[in-house]
């Protein structure tokens, strides 16, 4: 699933590529993808995109002064030009047409059909779908980050996922925030001392920032096994600061990478969903 780097990029090439121009009709290919039945998205046509941006991993188009569409990508959404304007196009879920002859289309692979999109009007913060959010993980202050630590006593690993803690980390970016913070993916979220708590903060933003100019660099939303990483999707491989082998937790849904030496004083964790240390 797109992170909060690939969606600050992609929205920033959206902006160079579409403000300006004027909405002529918003239409749902799938009956799953418009979420909201108010206000009617025909209420946005004719004005012009005025800014694009992103909330966590939601993206945002605004159009005129007070309504904004809400895109959530899912695991295989994605929202790109649409030159050919096909009536069926594979995966379509919506298309925004443009007064100029250009398009966006917003696809889904595979059969799930879980991409959304929700039209707001007026003020986006706090409205469905985005209550709730924590704040966004490339502006979240280290007292904030602090505080965050005490609203609930997990593993910091799936702490840092929960959107409604801090909004934009995915596993990717968990992976390697914990990695570069020399963290245990299995340490509990209030029991961090205050050297923890400060190497947390630190790797928050440099990895973030970091990968926000990767995805700069690109023209599309990149997949995560292309990024620069250290220990995401580099399991079996050796650990670019150690030269010790990345382990994995595997779990149903997901894999937790790690570096033994790097992050748990060389012990490995055990490989299932109630992993306790291994000597």
Request: charged share 25%; proline share 5%; hydrophobic share 35%.
């Amino acid at each position: 699933m797109p992170e909060l780097p690939e969606i600050t990029a992609h929205a920033e090439r959206l902006a160079a590529d579409y403000t300006g121009a004027e909405l002529t009709a918003f239409r749902p290919l799938h009956l799953a993808a418009l979420k909201t039945f108010d206000p009617n998205p025909s209420d946005a046509h004719g004005l012009a995109l005025t800014g694009t941006g992103r909330r966590g991993k939601y993206l945002t188009l605004r159009f005129g002064d007070e309504l904004t569409f809400v895109i959530h990508l899912m695991q295989g959404g994605r929202l790109r030009s649409d030159p050919k304007r096909a009536k069926k196009p594979r995966g379509g879920m919506a298309r925004w047409e443009f007064g100029d002859g250009g398009a966006l289309l917003l696809t889904e692979a595979g059969t799930e059909r879980k991409v959304g999109v929700w039209l707001v009007r007026g003020e986006t913060e706090g409205a469905d779908p985005l209550i709730g959010l924590g704040p966004d993980v490339d502006t979240v202050s280290r007292e904030q980050l602090a505080e965050i630590l005490q609203m609930e006593n997990s593993r910091i690993h799936g702490f840092l996922r929960r959107q409604g803690h801090i909004a934009g980390i995915g596993r990717l970016l968990a992976n390697e925030v914990l990695h570069t913070a020399k963290l245990s993916p299995f340490a509990m979220s209030t029991k961090l001392n205050d050297g923890q708590i400060d190497r947390l903060h630190a790797a928050l933003q440099s990895v973030v920032t970091a990968a926000i100019e990767h995805e700069r660099t690109l023209d599309d939303i990149g997949m995560s096994a292309d990024r620069p990483n250290n220990v995401h999707h580099r399991v079996g491989f050796s650990c670019p600061l150690c030269g010790y082998e990345i382990r994995s937790v595997e779990y149903r849904r997901y894999t937790v990478a790690y570096c033994p030496t790097c992050q748990t004083d060389g012990k490995v964790l055990a490989d299932n969903t109630t992993s306790k240390f291994l000597k």
